[in-house]
């Protein structure tokens, strides 16, 4: 589901800038309105209740038109419009037929080329990450600008860059975690596989706890080489990120909420037919996706997996 307003604007912004409404404008500039305390909060309050409740509406889900709709309080007048695209759209993954370059390429056939064990775009954005923006606050949250993390993109795709490190020195570090999750996004095939997605969320399902870790420890070793040990590198870096939560604001379950939904989708044919409404955003599938990555993410046998593997010697 996508909520798109007609400026363009982000509705979090809109949310920060009603929420200042009143308090700070210059008397000499305004008429003096007296507004109650909080009618920013409380607007914006109305504005989420409007939108959740056109969510729960299933003709305006299926509707493929913009909804417009004025929601006033005390003075203060908000104008929105918006539509919604269903996950199936938003998620939608479209394979490259090419093998060439990085990015939509099956991570195998990277792994292959680069003659290394994780791709080189993967460990490259992972190092620079923890250099200078394990520290950064909402790192992987915040969006970084879409201008340079295409300029990422294709400078990793095209290998035209001999100094990357020199690149991604100059670059905002949130370009470069955002380079780092779509790679992910872009693959062919999800990180954790197509094969494998149903087992991983019957899996995750079990309510024994050994039954589980010995079934989630089976799944995770079933996967492909090149998958198993970007996932570990992965897992590793993102425990990291989460042990330096007081500065950060990065909890185990942000960095599952992020990644989950990208590392484990459905593939592109069982998607096939499926009309998803927006409710499917807060779908079971979904939060089982985020819980397998955070039970991986908690789970000391993965790291005893990694202890007594040669997975992590260093690349030749």
Known sequence: ????????????????????CGAESPVEERAPIKRPPNTGAKLWGRVRSKILRQKLD????????????????????????????????????????????????????????????????IRQCIEEVEKRGIEEVGIYRISGVATDIQTLKAAFN???????????????????????????????????????YLPFLEGIALSDPVAKESCMMHLLCSLPDPNLI???TLLEHLRRVAEKEPVNKMSLLNLATIFGPTLL?????????????????????VMAQVQVLLYYLQCA????????TLYFSSDG
């Open 1 to 20: 589901m996508t909520d798109t307003l007609a400026s363009g604007c982000d509705l979090d912004s809109v949310c920060e800038s009603l929420e200042h």
């Open 58 to 121: 299933p003709e305006t889900v299926q509707s493929k038109n913009w909804q417009m709709d004025v929601i006033e309080m005390n003075g203060i007048k908000v104008e929105f419009s918006m539509k919604f695209t269903g996950r199936d759209l938003t998620l939608k993954r479209t394979p490259l037929k090419k093998q060439s370059g990085v990015f939509g390429v099956k991570i195998s056939v990277v792994t292959k080329r680069e003659c290394c064990k994780v791709p080189f775009v």
């Open 158 to 196: 095209t290998n035209r860059t001999k100094d990357f490190a020199l690149t991604l020195s100059d670059m905002d570090i949130n370009a470069i975690a955002g380079t780092l999750k779509l790679y992910f996004r872009e693959l062919p095939e999800a990180l954790l596989t197509d094969r494998l």
């Open 230 to 232: 970007t996932f570990l």
């Open 265 to 285: 989708r459905p593939s592109e044919e069982s998607c096939k037919g499926h009309i998803a409404l927006l409710s499917d955003i807060w779908s079971h599938d």
């Open 301 to 308: 046998s993965v790291s005893e997996l990694k202890r007594n």
